[in-house]
């Protein structure tokens, strides 16, 4: 929150114009495992480099916006080009099959990005005004700051109805400034995987799948350290290691906020009592050695897979490579919280944007319907999804997937059920979100790598109230 992406993605592909290759099985980040092939960092170039003319954005509204019923599909052929981080080439493939197959004069350009270049590659295309790219993934934090920067085109009369097709923490991150600037297709939350030989071994109970019984961080800090001394490599691992979307929650558990406060969230909140602790705790697990420093975030799912960790908290995305390891003995728990604090988990994922420079906005809006609302959407398409669809019929369908049958991944439908109603938590709401997202992923590298958190944060706090001064 993957995706992301990711709040957390977790996709591996390549760049690729119209999709042709057979379809792969998807693991989330985003909110997506973020890292694509060589061959993405080349597609990221090409698609960067294909930006074209130049001057500031323009507040108008596309030329050929509709509005709610009267989406019709063009008469002759129209291609539109359609920039993504969430999914790789294959993953999303069998999607557009369908769509090419209802919707014939229209042929969608799926162009991916890898997460770490997507930004970049978006603000070079979306600054120019650049025509040629139509819908571009939105992470779903980044919301206000694209809007900002003039590249959203309000969706508000296209899409009035939303409340009650949608999830409600969607709905509101993909809107800013009271209008409908995005549209949600996926969500994300969070569980605590653990390796039942491990516990097992170190004469450790295993956790309950109930959310009413869930962990604090400080059992499984003393119950990592013990399933270590049993024999474990690591006692326990984050997915997401030096990023926001899952490192967040530790702070807001203590009653330490979002990191932003004041008037659009554009004053930075790191320097209090929840923060400090937070961090605090999260450098003392790699001080410890109850986490290994240096691990990139592609590599994390790959060592809990193979046995290496005790307690690895991280998405329902990973459920398909857990449960394809066959001789992995796991289970999955509630997403833990610091003891006194309150229950807080991850969320967030992806929406679709429609440039305002795009030239093919009727043709843009029926994809974007027919991706995130006919029928379900995406989700029905794409085989062996392990991450929520934003759309309520569509997250019905997640539910009934086939990996959660799985014994080892019992309870996982009711605790995503219940986190996503009752603990998900958005990220900061701000203008300044990219700013403040590559800020933090620095500190807390920093802090996993022994800086103190006290210094750290202080750190955080000045380079970003420096970025943020232009938005105030």
Known sequence: MRTESPEGGVSTGQFAGRVTDAAEHFAHQPLTRR????MAAAGATALLAAGCGSGSMSTAQPAG???????????????????????????????LAAFHQAHPTITVDYQSVPFDQFNSVLSTRLSRQDSTLDLFDVDMPRTDAYRVRGWLADLSSLFPGLSGQVDKMSLEAATSDGKLVAMPYQTSSQLLYYNKALLRKAGIPFPSDRADARMTWEQVTDDAKK???????????????????????LAESLGGGSGATGEGNLTPALENAGWTKAMTWYGSLFKDKIS??????????DMFASGQVAYFPGGPWWAGQFTGEKTLEFGVAAYPYFAGGKAVTPTGGW?????????HAAAAEIFMKFMALDNGGFAQY???LSVPPSNTVGTARFYREPVFSDPRLAGAVDLTKYELANTATLRARTAGYVEFEDTLGRTFEDIANGASAASALASATSTIDSAWAKYR
């Open 382 to 384: 794409m085989p062996s």
């Open 292 to 301: 290994p420093r240096g691990v990139p975030v592609a590599q994390t799912p």
């Open 65 to 95: 916006l509709t509005t709610a019923g009267q989406l019709k599909d063009p008469a002759s052929p129209v291609t539109i080009t359609y920039a993504g981080s969430a999914y790789s080439a294959d993953d999303i493939k069998p999607v």
């Open 227 to 249: 399933a270590q001394a049993a024999g474990a490599k690591w006692g326990l691992l984050f997915d997401q290691v030096n990023r926001y979307y899952q490192l967040q929650p």
């Open 351 to 359: 929406s679709l944007g429609l440039n305002r420079a795009t030239k």
């Open 35 to 38: 890292s694509f092939t060589a």
